[in-house]
């Protein structure tokens, strides 16, 4: 078993994933497929696994295929001692790359480069992959890797070529937010939830993007985001819209970031959505579907409601785009970031924090063992229940369920109310209260149910001390 360099930072599954299947001695596994966005930390990963298993790395980039051939046949070249091999197509590198590494790992970085410019060449893999394929020579392994994700899901998705032949798919994604707070150096649990906020989990924010300038304590995180990611020469500045022009199927940039801003807004439905756009809702049902193909937002089912969803942007960078940078360019482009970041942090709490810190919770609730809510949960999410006494709606933002059995009444696990920047008080334990005798005459069992209180800002004493109280440090715990 290779070990893993002290270099690389976290990854511990990834690494065992990857080595496994570098080092496994079945003969059916021949193909691998590893994305993920941009500045995850792939190739610096696979680089780490190359050097370790001794195996080869061709990283393309975005050129013609004449120009790629002549690349890969200069560092294929170099795998033999020198010199240089030259290639009509993809079919002739493609043998010589079997015939000379016939065993061992072979890693193509940011595939999809190559597919741009030679659109045949997954379905040549899948011939040389084949039976009698010339990569059964030997007993080589392919791995495909890239940052285009509608692309590389592209790959094994449908009638694909290459479906049906991987027998390995990695999702490289960000760091969680306890491994992103050790990366940072930050050990205070507030200003932790402040910037995974704004950088999220995406470790090369911190060292290419702001030269590992992190913020120093609470006191500092104003002055911090004014000087690196509201700075203008510093390329965090417009690394979210590099995020959104990097995905293939995204032509129109104006309405895929009227998309995200009307969910960073807080509309979350589809009719939301298309009401804050001016649109008829079936108009924004492509822009949806490429957006949630490129990862950029998921679909989460209400709890309580059947058939209601919500989105939510899943790259923390593009919500704080969408919701402070983008209603500041003109000023932040001449260089007015203080004034900008003032007048705009408010916003910035409610829209970008308040929704942050509860999806935090959530993530921390399915994480959760028996010892908090009696079992472990089956499903974690945000939930709407209808009061009809009161012709009103109660919003749950943390709603903890048990796995389903048949025949017998959902067991609801907990029910929790989230607020960051406001101090949690006996108020909000009563709408909790009527909203579990609500789902309780719709069905479910509630007879165990945990109140939570998930407070950002910290509890009054007139909490009862039945309720769960949760803050800061217990997610980073």
């Known amino acids: 078993m290779a070990v893993k360099p002290e270099h690389v930072f976290d990854r511990d599954e990834e690494w065992a994933t990857l080595v496994g299947f570098a080092t496994s001695p079945s003969p059916d596994e021949r193909l691998g497929i590893v994305s993920g966005r941009r500045r995850q930390g792939k190739t610096f990963l696979l680089d780490a696994l190359v050097q370790e298993v001794e195996g080869f790395i061709f990283s393309a980039v975005e050129e013609t295929e004449a120009e790629a051939l002549t690349r890969f046949g200069q560092e294929l070249a170099v795998r033999v001692g020198g010199g240089r091999f030259a290639f009509a197509n993809w ?103 402040l910037v995974h906020s704004i950088v999220g989990g995406t470790p090369a924010y911190r060292r290419e993007f702001v030269v590992d300038d992190a913020p120093a304590s609470m006191e500092d995180f104003d002055a911090w985001v004014v ?43 589809r009719g939301g959505i298309a009401n804050y756009m001016g649109r008829k809702s079936p108009d924004i049902g492509h822009p949806l579907a490429v957006l949630e193909d490129s990862h950029l937002i998921v679909r989460e089912a209400d709890a309580f409601r059947k058939g209601r969803t919500h989105f939510r942007i899943c790259e923390p960078l593009i919500v704080f ?81 048990g796995p389903e059995e048949q025949g017998r009444p959902r067991r609801v696990l907990s029910l929790g109310e989230v607020k960051w920047d406001t101090v949690m008080t006996a108020r909000r334990v009563e709408r909790l209260r009527r909203a579990r005798d609500l789902l309780s005459v719709k069905g479910y069992d509630t007879s165990g149910t945990v109140l939570a209180c998930y407070g950002g800002a910290g509890f009054q004493e007139d909490i009862p001390g039945e309720v769960r109280l949760i803050g800061p440090e217990d997610l980073y715990a």
């Open 91 to 193: 079919n002739e590198a493609l043998e010589r790359l079997f015939t000379v590494v016939q065993e061992g790992l072979i890693v193509i970085d940011e595939f999809p480069y190559l597919t741009k410019a030679s659109p045949s060449l997954p379905s040549l893999i899948q011939r040389a992959l084949g039976p009698g394929g010339y990569a059964r020579r030997g007993s080589a392994r392919l791995l495909l890797c890239g940052s285009a994700i509608g692309v590389m899901g592209g790959l094994l998705a449908g009638n694909a070529p290459l479906r049906g032949r991987a027998s390995l798919e990695l999702m490289v994604r960000p760091l969680d937010h306890r491994a992103s707070a050790t990366f940072w150096g930050i050990d205070d649990p507030r200003l932790a939830v």
């Open 227 to 269: 000087r690196t990611v509201l700075n203008r020469h510093r390329p965090l500045f417009r690394e979210a819209r590099y995020l959104l022009a990097e995905e293939a199927d995204i032509r129109d940039m104006a309405l895929y970031h009227a998309v995200l801003g009307a969910i960073a807004s807080g509309n979350a439905t």
């Open 321 to 401: 785009y969408e919701a402070v940078m983008r209603r500041e360019w003109p000023r932040l482009e001449r260089g007015m970031s203080e004034p900008a970041w003032r007048d705009s942090r408010a916003r910035f709490l409610s829209q970008v924090v308040g929704p942050h810190f509860e999806s935090l919770c959530r993530e921390w609730a399915m994480r959760a063992g028996r010892e908090v809510f009696g079992e472990s949960p089956g499903e974690v999410a945000a939930g709407t229940i209808a009061d009809p006494a009161n012709r009103t709606q109660i919003e749950i933002d943390v709603a903890v369920l």
